[in-house]
């Protein structure tokens, strides 16, 4: 048990549908990750939050792509008109400022 | 932008190997360097860290990283592998500059009973 829950664990979507992925941090992290993971490759950062405010977003993170953390708790990353390029594992990871990164299982998801 | 590069991208050993990953990272000023180990199906889980003192740093499952930073490497070693170190390694950097930890592209290892 990890501590950061994502929900769901797998995700299978028809092109151009959207889909929205949730993130429990772990209760007293400040800040909170996404990722996006490919086969082989090491994790993709797309964007991160402290508390509710979000302040930084990868070039990665198209207008496709949206996050929120509502009241600096849970998080949703939603992603519109979804492409087979958007497969991949999102992961999410939540850390107190300046410590180590804690890491959830992943929401795989396939665009079919 | 920093960047994060490892050496291997495949590694096979032999139980009681001595293991070395290489790590090296682009960003010049001051850093925090994290090795991350994921099993087979498993997340993301923390094998060690450096924030600073010692630049030789102990982790769980006898592993020990160096921090070099005339050479801005962080590379991961253990003296004697077991079966059940077979996973993929990443290293990540977290500068003073940016607060997102980047990560390199992992090397697997594959160790052989």
């Known amino acids: 048990d990890t501590g950061v829950s994502q929900d769901p664990r797998h995700k299978i979507t028809k092109r151009g549908q959207n889909v929205t992925f949730r993130c429990d941090p772990i209760?007293?992290?400040?800040?909170l990750y996404w990722y996006r993971q490919t086969l082989g490759q090491g994790p993709e950062f797309l964007t991160y939050?402290?508390?509710?405010?979000?302040?930084?977003k990868s070039r990665l993170l198209s207008d496709r792509f949206s996050a929120e953390r509502p009241k600096g708790s849970f998080s949703t990353l939603e992603i519109q008109r979804t492409e087979q390029g958007d497969s991949a594992m999102y992961l999410c990871?939540?850390?107190?400022?300046?410590?180590?990164?804690?890491f959830g299982q992943g929401t795989r998801l396939t665009v079919v | 932008a920093q960047s994060v590069s490892q050496h291997n991208h495949h590694v096979i050993l032999s139980e009681a190997a001595s293991l070395e990953l290489g790590c090296n990272y682009s960003?010049?000023?001051?850093?925090?360097l994290f090795w991350y180990v994921q099993y087979p199906g498993q997340h993301l889980q923390l094998l060690l860290k450096?924030?600073?003192?010692?630049?030789l740093v102990k982790g769980i499952k006898g592993f020990e990283a160096e921090f070099i930073k005339s050479k801005f490497s962080f590379n991961l070693r253990k003296p004697s592998v077991q079966w059940s170190d077979t996973a993929e390694y990443f290293c990540a950097v977290v500068s003073n500059y940016g607060q997102n930890f980047v990560f390199g592209p992992g090397t697997r290892l594959s160790v052989l009973p």
């Open positions: 990871a939540s850390s107190l400022a300046g410590a180590e990164a804690f």
């Open positions: 209760s007293e992290h400040n800040r």
């Open positions: 450096y924030f600073s003192g010692d630049p």
């Open positions: 939050f402290q508390n509710e405010a979000q302040l930084e």
């Open positions: 960003y010049g000023g001051t850093v925090n």
